[in-house]
């Protein structure tokens, strides 16, 4: 499989993680019977959190880069 399936599967993860959130909110807006405020917050929440490790996984600043590691000068005068 190429590249493709990865970006597939994080978009996926991030319908799923929405999806899970949107739930929960919907619970519990019927347990304390407060019809919008849970179904909003758990979508704000969960959007935030989704998009988030979105970017962490494709920044190309993230420190878990799979470019090879670069020596520094104190690693070169050992």
């Given at each position: 499989m190429g590249e493709w399936s990865?970006?597939?599967g994080s978009g996926i993860q991030y319908a799923i993680t929405l999806l899970i959130f949107l739930f929960?909110?919907?619970?519990?807006d019927e347990w304390m019977d407060s019809e919008p405020v849970g179904l909003?917050?758990?979508a704000l929440l969960g959007f935030?959190?989704?998009t988030v490790s979105l970017v962490k996984k494709y920044s190309p600043f993230a420190s878990s880069n799979k470019s090879p590691?670069?020596?520094?000068?104190?690693d070169s005068k050992n």
């Open positions: 990865q970006h597939a929960g909110g919907l619970k519990l909003l917050i758990a935030v959190g989704a590691s670069r020596s520094t000068k104190s």
